[in-house]
């Protein structure tokens, strides 16, 4: 059985959220029965991009000093690192980890927060589709890989949880390569599940807290859902967060795929939740743009129809953050307003993730009408 714990926590109190996990680690059999002490831990947190904790982006910064402070109680070495979707440098890092609060709460606890922004070639023959795989150097030499997710809508994948946390191991820009190699929604799927299992996080956390609802990754809304989710699982972790969240599990491509591959057993009768789920799910909770069909769960069926990426012309202030990020290089600036030249859109939405100002929304349209 793969037990999920539920704690219920109201607010960024790293004393309150530090209680609740330590809790959740009781219910799991204590943490010596995952890590041994001085171990290295690597947290890997979510760091979108460059938001605020308040606009619930990225992993709210209590969550992850409470992850610190309970690792290093356990005489544990902590490295703190992400990689996000713009370029994997110290430039860009110095400012993510700024704005993010990931340098204050590293620097008060006076532990490592991720500075080498290199990477390595690895091979996993276990894969399904992506065996040859670039990874970021600070997955090396740590003993022990920590998933800490936020929960979030994502409009090209649904949901983004403990799974899907996994795709910052691959550094900066050449998550655009991965795009492009995987445009299939199933396909790409199956990368992300291919990354998670070959890093084997111990454990996951999730930030469910206060989650965003709506326009995710980026460009969603705050929704409090008071949740703190705790799992060895990632995967189970995630069937669990997207029914809090009035997700139809089926409809997440990596949830869809853990099935097919026998991760996840169909009916989730491997699941164990202990706590009250009933006590979490939030039927208003805001989907990412979707449809009936979505809402079916019926993938196959979801591939009649192609969502693409809108711009909101009045709110587009030209900063060109789309264009640089769009794997498929098919945005233009033209006076001073993103322009996209659809025949070479494949729909990943980075675009969508990464303007800051929500310029852009989603929108869907039957595949057999082309786009003009
Ligand atoms: S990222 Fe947003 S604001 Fe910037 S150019 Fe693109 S659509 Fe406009
Ligand atoms: S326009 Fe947006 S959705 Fe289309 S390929 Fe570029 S980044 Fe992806």
Do not use: W
Not at 86 to 94: A, L, N, Q, R, V
Not at 204 to 229: H, K, T, W, Y
Not at 247 to 261: A, F
């Amino acid at each position: 059985m793969n037990k999920v714990i539920l704690k219920r926590c109201e607010e960024y109190n790293v004393a309150l959220i530090k209680k609740q996990i330590y809790s959740s680690l009781n219910e799991l059999g204590g943490l010596d029965k995952f890590i041994n002490q001085k171990s290295k831990v690597l947290l890997k947190v979510n760091l979108l991009t460059m938001k605020k904790p308040e606009q619930v982006a990225t992993t709210h910064p209590a969550f992850v000093e409470a992850l610190i402070e309970i690792f290093k109680e356990h005489d544990c070495e902590v490295l703190v690192a992400d990689s996000p979707g713009g370029p994997f440098i110290s430039t860009m890092m110095k400012r993510v980890y700024r704005v993010t609060k990931m340098k204050e709460i590293t620097d008060k606890h006076n532990i490592e927060l991720n500075q080498d922004f290199g990477s390595f070639q690895t091979f996993d023959n276990d894969s399904l589709i992506y065996k040859k795989m670039r990874s970021s150097n600070y997955t090396k030499d740590v003993d022990h890989v920590i998933s800490v997710s936020k929960m979030k809508t994502h409009a090209f994948m649904t949901f983004t949880g403990a799974v899907k946390n996994m795709f910052g191991i691959i550094p900066g820009l050449a998550k655009a390569d991965l795009h492009m190699q995987y445009p299939d929604l199933l396909d790409f799927a199956n990368m992300l599940l291919d990354i998670c299992k070959h890093i084997k996080p111990t454990l996951s956390f999730m930030d469910g807290i206060v989650a965003m609802e709506g326009e995710g990754p980026g460009s969603g809304d705050p929704r409090q859902m008071n949740a703190i989710l705790t799992s060895a699982s990632p995967y189970h972790l995630d069937v669990v967060a997207t029914q809090m969240i009035n997700v139809n599990p089926l409809s997440v491509p990596t949830i869809y795929n853990s099935i097919e591959r026998g991760i996840i057993k169909e009916d989730f009768s491997d699941i164990e939740i202990v706590g009250n789920l009933k006590d979490f799910i939030t039927p208003t909770f805001v989907p990412a743009k979707t449809n009936r069909i979505e809402k079916s769960g019926n993938l196959k069926m979801l591939k009649l129809f192609k969502k693409y990426p809108n711009i909101i012309k009045k709110t587009c202030i030209g900063c060109k953050d789309c264009a640089n990020i769009c794997p498929a290089k098919t945005i233009d600036i033209v006076d001073n307003k993103a322009v996209i030249r659809y025949e070479n859109c494949i729909s990943c939405f980075c675009c969508h993730e990464f303007c800051p100002v929500k310029a852009i929304t989603v929108k869907r349209r039957l595949m057999r009408k082309r786009f003009k």
